[in-house]
């Protein structure tokens, strides 16, 4: 089968949907660069002692050591590429923590920009127009909840950006063979900075293989093993065991069920959070992501079987929901091309388009 192709649009609304997309990823790198280097508060410990503190020790040989890298319930992908960071600042001369600590939130807040882009892209290739596209974008780019995320060095950020253009090189029927390789393997990655988006991968072969479409599976399936290879082997050079992080992590929360320990929340804890943070735009995203069911299904699978999972463990907390975010802002725009589609004339989508981004 032909690639998937977004459909075909008027000059003028491609370019208008252009320069959405500019301003909103310029004003979102904006408030995230302000953000990282004006804000030295913290949402949860975890931002610092599982990245910032085990880096500083591959950096400077000293940090303090979280339970997690004392019993091996964490691989070291994520320190390993903050220590990158703290080891470039350190050979630019930031030594001191107001240098190295804003290098390192600037990084993951153009990371968080990056990720704005990432969703237009899979907007784009899950059928929208630029211009639906990128409004669907700017809500990434632009709401609160991504904004205040986005500079901390958290495993959620980091690997928001592989999973969105991950799914968005990977999940389009007819993906070539090398978009399908790297979409893959972009995937991989992301479980290795988080495990948790394992759930990516298991959803997107599951939507090849309702698709019947058998040799992507296969492709897809090789490359994500390879991935998990390197991950175990990882953890063998770093822990001395074969996957010693993932089997240690899944023992804690899941069979021994001890992170409830740091609280419980009951099954409707993310939509309800997300309504008292963001009222009006999880609305509107909700039901343009409604509108994208017919046309975007699988996307919207994977969607929403993140969320559930993640809705059924006692701990919950908002930053879990950060790497499917990007998924929920394509679906918007899906959802609104849906809507552009049956109004008539430029002036009017374009008008529903800036509103949307506004």
């Known amino acids: 089968k032909a690639p998937a192709r977004a459909p075909a649009e008027a000059p003028a609304e491609r370019r208008l949907g252009l320069v959405l997309l500019g301003v909103a990823l310029a004003l979102g790198a904006g408030f995230r660069l302000y953000w990282a280097l004006h804000d030295d508060g913290i949402y949860w410990p975890d931002e610092v002692y599982q990245s910032l503190e085990p880096a500083h020790r591959l950096v400077y040989g000293y940090g303090l050591i979280a339970w997690e890298f004392v019993e091996g319930a964490r691989n070291w992908?994520?320190?390993?590429?903050?220590?990158?960071?703290?080891?470039?600042?350190?050979l630019l001369g930031f030594n001191e923590p107001s240098g190295y600590l804003g290098l390192?939130?600037?990084?993951?807040?153009?990371?968080?920009?990056?990720?704005?882009?990432?969703?237009?892209?899979?907007?784009?290739?899950?059928?929208?127009?630029?211009?639906?596209?990128?409004?669907?974008?700017?809500?990434?780019?632009?709401?609160?909840?991504?904004?205040?995320f986005g500079p901390r060095a958290m495993s959620e950020n980091a690997s928001a950006l592989p999973v969105a253009l991950g799914l968005a090189l990977a999940l389009p029927r007819g993906a070539s063979r090398r978009a399908l390789l790297t979409g893959a393997s972009?995937?991989?990655?992301?479980?290795?900075?988080?495990?948790?988006?394992?759930v990516f991968c298991v959803g997107l072969l599951g939507v090849l293989l309702a698709r019947r479409q058998w040799r992507d599976a296969g492709v897809t399936l090789a490359v994500l093993s390879g991935w998990a290879l390197a991950f175990g082997l990882l953890d063998k050079l770093t822990w001395g065991r074969w996957f010693h992080s993932a089997i240690v992590y899944l023992d804690f929360n899941l069979v021994q069920?001890?992170?409830?320990?740091?609280?419980?929340?009951?099954?409707?804890?993310?939509?309800?959070?997300?309504?008292?943070?963001?009222?009006?735009?999880?609305?509107?995203?909700g039901a343009l992501a409604l509108l994208a069911l017919p046309r975007a299904w699988g996307l919207a699978a994977l969607t929403a079987g993140f969320v559930v999972l993640h809705a059924y463990q006692p701990h919950k907390e908002l930053r879990f929901l950060v790497p499917v975010l990007p998924l929920f802002a394509a679906l918007a725009g899906v959802g609104l091309d849906s809507v552009l589609?049956?109004?008539?004339?430029?002036?009017?989508r374009a008008t529903v388009a800036v509103a949307v981004v506004a």
């Open 77 to 90: 992908a994520l320190p390993g590429l903050v220590a990158g960071v703290l080891g470039l600042g350190r």
């Open 104 to 148: 390192v939130k600037g990084f993951f807040a153009l990371v968080g920009t990056a990720t704005a882009w990432a969703t237009w892209r899979l907007s784009r290739a899950s059928g929208a127009s630029s211009l639906a596209a990128s409004a669907g974008a700017s809500l990434f780019a632009l709401a609160v909840v991504p904004l205040y």
């Open 186 to 198: 972009l995937l991989g990655l992301a479980v290795l900075l988080r495990l948790q988006n394992g």
């Open 257 to 285: 069920g001890k992170a409830a320990q740091f609280g419980t929340e009951p099954f409707d804890y993310y939509p309800r959070v997300l309504r008292q943070a963001m009222p009006g735009l999880s609305l509107l995203a």
């Open 341 to 348: 589609g049956v109004l008539r004339g430029f002036p009017a």
